[in-house]
């Protein structure tokens, strides 16, 4: 029955070019986006975040790219893939959110079925989106138009996990849609489909998988803090628990991205605002943001020790600058944290990644980034496992 449908897929980016891609092995899709500079790029076959090669681009799918909101008026079928970070206050910013709702609006028709696939809190789809959608376009929610929700489970950077062998949650506005709305996503998911019993329960099992990620690490990384204290090794420590048949094989680390360190906000916010302070999630977001700072204090450490205090003005080589291995992605990354460390005390830093976009690394946190480390340092570190890192 979705033969005759036609996808608008609105956001271009992580989520939104991989989804245009699976739905367009078998139904008409248009990609939208506002980057003029996005769109031109993906006409011409190239995608800067890497998640997509260039031989995906030739296969003849028929995806019209394109930044004219007029190219998607004539879909039936929106589906809003925009980011939803948070503020300098920790609190959801619903700006991209809202501004894709009303441009929806603006061509909505009769009929028309809006899916949400961006990261919320829980009743976020239906309290802010939906009347948006409702006053850009002047009509009825459930009687001219309809809503569905399927939270994006797209994971940057792993090329093992395309889309497809994803299980996708779904949900709808009435029972019709969302069973809808399930066999759309089905006929691209061979892994299948598990349709929600409401827009909510959808929008809070999205949530809760990565704040249950961030809680997880923060364990460890406090572990982490408490064993160094302790002068042990926590990877030591790691690989004898691990030997219960039980235990979780979480580890240590610097969390960055836009989910696990942005997700748990969502959550939080919303726990607040019906009377309870999440007390498990703010004191995980505590612990797991001041792991870059402390690990500039390590380094600071071990090159004082190195060179006998005197260590102003060395030069330091920071390996990597992603927020995780294998992915383009610099989205809240932990390493200008790292980096930050390091400068204060007068050390000479250099940052390496080939991966990563370096015009917007300077747009967006004002460092250059290297373009050759042809030259010798004083210390190295690799703060981010890229398999290219390998062979240097």
Known sequence: MFKDYQIGIIGLGYVGLPLSIAFA???????????????????????????????????????????????????????ITVPTPINQNNEPDLSYLINASKAVGS????????????????????????????????????????????PERINPGDKTRPIQSIVKVTSGSTPEIARKIDSLYKSI??????????????????????????????????????FDKLEIDINEVLEAAKTKWNFLPFKPGLVGGHCIGVDPHYLAY??????????????????????????????IAQLSKQFNGEIKGKKILILGFAFKENCADIRNTKIIDVYNTLIQAGLSVSVFDPLIDKEQVKVSYGIEISENIDEKFDFIVKLVNHDVFQNL
């Open 25 to 79: 092995e078998k139904y008409q899709v248009v990609g939208y986006d506002i980057n003029k500079e996005r769109v031109s790029a993906l006409k011409d076959g190239f995608d800067k975040t890497k998640e997509i090669d260039a031989a995906q681009f030739e296969t003849n799918i028929p995806i019209l790219f394109t930044s004219d909101l007029n190219d998607i008026s004539a879909c039936n079928v929106y589906i």
């Open 189 to 226: 998911i061979s892994a299948g489909t598990y349709l929600a019993p409401s827009i909510k329960v959808a929008e809070s099992a999205k949530v809760i998988e990565n704040a249950q990620r961030d809680v997880n690490i923060s364990f460890m990384n406090e572990l982490a803090l408490i």
């Open 107 to 150: 061509i909505l028709k009769k009929g028309d079925i809006v899916i949400y696939e961006s990261t919320v809190y829980p009743g976020c789809t239906e309290e802010a989106c939906v009347p948006v959608l409702e006053s850009s376009s002047g009509l009825k929610f459930n009687q001219d138009f309809f809503v569905g929700y399927s």
């Open 270 to 299: 919303k726990a607040m605002q019906v009377g309870y302070t999440p007390k498990v999630i703010l004191s995980g977001r505590e612990v797991n943001n001041q792991m870059g700072i402390w690990m500039g204090e390590k380094i």
